[in-house]
């Protein structure tokens, strides 16, 4: 199979507004996983794809390799998250092809999900109005990474980047220095940021340490203890006053960065547009 994903642009969260009240725009949920072409051939046999064309190596659950369509060959392009396959296209199939509108694709890819033991769930889509302010809203208050924007007459382009699916992404990353560990008491860790005095001449300059925020220890030492002066990766929803990190969360530790490097300019201010453009 020479078909590849098709990938999302990056766009800044001040255009959420845009894709909100545009009707050309759909909003799907972004899932953070495994992308995944499932391709299912007419003798039954599945082949996995990993985004950059390569053999998905892991092994997938039965359900999903051992399922027939009884639609003939198919194309299934969508996240795998934690022994569930997510579906958000189909781009090719016996009725429809990757030059189909993203809402055939869609509509081919909801009738396909009514069949007997389908191996996927549909990603969640939102088209009207308020089903994208629903949409959006919910992602920011529970948290999802983001929502993708796409155009629904928008062909499959195999392998490449288009302006017509893009990724809003709420949350962003960073590396953080442990400051403390359980020093509240509580299962957390004091969070902080390298802070160069002469930014100009970094990592050849001195630092001081800034306090950006708590983070939850619960389930996140299934790899390892985390102690003071690691690095560890902290996921967050934008940065609040002061510098302090809005809803960091323990993404996992970094043995490849060193303290020097994780400096404040690792912050990125743009995540509060979001909520401002609810």
């Given at each position: 199979m020479k078909l590849r994903p098709q990938l999302a642009k990056q766009s800044e969260t001040s255009s959420l507004q845009t894709f909100v009240e545009n009707d050309?725009?759909?909003?799907?949920?972004?899932?953070?996983?495994?992308?995944?072409?499932?391709?299912?051939?007419?003798?039954?046999?599945?082949?996995a794809l990993t985004r950059n064309g390569t053999p998905y190596t892991r092994k997938l659950p039965a359900h999903i390799t051992s399922w027939k369509s009884p639609t003939g060959e198919f194309v299934l392009d969508g996240e795998f998250v934690d022994g569930t396959f997510w579906a958000f296209d189909v781009p090719v199939s016996p009725v429809s092809a990757m030059t189909a509108t993203l809402r055939e694709r869609r509509a081919l890819l909801e009738q396909l999900a009514t069949l007997p033991d389908v191996p996927f769930r549909l990603t969640p889509q939102a088209r009207t109005f308020d089903e994208k302010l629903a949409l959006a809203s919910k992602a920011?208050?529970?948290?999802?990474?983001?929502?993708?924007?796409?155009?629904?007459?928008?062909?499959?382009?195999?392998?490449?980047?288009?302006?017509?699916?893009?990724?809003?992404?709420?949350?962003?990353?960073?590396?953080?220095?442990?400051?403390d560990v359980r020093d509240d008491g509580k299962d957390s860790v004091r969070l902080g940021l390298a802070?160069?005095?002469?930014?100009?001449?970094?990592?050849?300059?001195?630092?001081?340490?800034?306090?950006?925020?708590?983070?939850?220890l619960i389930g996140k030492e299934k790899n390892g203890t985390i102690s003071r002066g690691d690095v560890i990766e902290v996921r967050y929803l934008y940065v609040g006053a002061g510098g302090r990190l809005y809803q960091p969360t323990i993404v996992g530790k970094r043995t490849d960065k060193a303290m020097h490097e994780c400096t404040d300019a690792q912050l990125r201010y743009v995540n509060k547009a979001v909520l401002e453009a609810l």
């Open positions: 050309r725009w759909v909003l799907e949920q972004k899932l953070d996983g495994h992308r995944l072409l499932l391709h299912y051939g007419v003798t039954g046999l599945l082949q920011v208050i529970e948290s999802f990474e983001g929502v993708v924007a796409k155009v629904t007459t928008s062909p499959y382009r195999s392998g490449g980047r288009t302006d017509e699916w893009v990724k809003v992404k709420f949350t962003q990353t960073v590396d953080c220095i442990v400051l802070k160069p005095d002469n930014p100009d001449r970094a990592p050849d300059t001195t630092f001081k340490l800034v306090e950006v925020g708590r983070a939850s």
